[in-house]
């Protein structure tokens, strides 16, 4: 089976400031895609990012942004600028044959 | 928008009883997911169905069934629950066989098996 590692069980930080959350993954595949999904204490698990691996280029969307390093396959979360709101459980998971394969997850607290 | 409706918030079922939990989304997507979420774990998918009638074993299948009838609806089956069964189950739902579609998750259900 696809193995995914977040070796970050727990984080946390003072609001404004940036953190990153790691993740690596193995795959034999050249061609697949990643995602980030954040599990706020709603339980919803919510889309943050996606990177499709045949892109160099680094996704971003406003705050958040990964560094996707294909080779060593790895595919951290950087939040800049972190808000309250931003505290959850973040899960890597690259998709193989359309499923999700999730990391064991980083619980991340942003402290007023 | 999208809405994957899982039909319990939380649920409390003896040992050995027969279990069942109802996922039915709004949106005629093609696949639909069960995981189990569990701390230190991650999510471990179940089952997932690709089209009506259509089934395949995930990573942890053993003690559970599925079924799919109409595809808008995904039910996970636990013949005789087992307090190792005890966990939050979430359904999801993708469109097709698209790489870079999102998935849809529902809000999950809190299982206790005593």
């Known amino acids: 089976a696809q193995t995914v590692t977040q070796s970050q069980p727990e984080m946390s930080v003072q609001e404004a400031e940036t953190v990153t959350l790691s993740c690596t993954y193995d795959?034999?595949?050249?061609?697949?895609?990643l995602f980030w999904y954040k599990q706020p204490p709603s339980r919803q698990m919510i889309l943050v990012i996606r990177?499709?691996?045949?892109?160099?280029q680094n996704a971003t969307e406003n705050r958040f942004s990964v560094n996707f390093q294909k080779a060593a396959k790895s595919f951290s979360l950087k939040i800049s600028d972190s808000q309250l709101g931003d505290t959850a459980m973040y899960f890597c998971?690259?998709?193989?044959?359309?499923?999700?394969?999730f990391g064991q997850g980083t619980r991340l607290t942003i402290n007023p | 928008d999208v809405k994957v409706t899982q039909s319990s918030r939380y649920l409390v079922k003896r040992t050995g009883e027969k279990v069942f939990l109802e996922c039915v989304q709004d949106?005629?997507?093609?696949?639909m997911f069960w995981y189990r979420q569990d701390p230190g774990l991650g999510l471990r998918l179940i089952y997932f169905?690709?089209?009506?009638?259509?089934?395949e074993k995930g990573d942890i299948p053993e003690g559970y069934s599925v079924s799919r009838e109409k595809k808008e609806r995904f039910s996970l089956i636990l013949e005789s629950a087992s307090t190792n069964q005890t966990s939050m189950y979430l359904c999801?739902?993708?469109?097709?066989?698209?790489?870079?579609?999102?998935?849809?998750f529902g809000q999950g259900t809190r299982l206790t098996v005593v």
């Open positions: 999801a739902s993708s469109p097709g066989q698209g790489g870079n579609t999102e998935a849809f």
């Open positions: 795959t034999s595949e050249n061609n697949y895609y």
């Open positions: 990177q499709e691996a045949y892109k160099q």
């Open positions: 998971a690259p998709m193989k044959k359309g499923k999700l394969v």
């Open positions: 949106m005629d997507h093609e696949n």
């Open positions: 169905s690709y089209d009506v009638k259509m089934k």
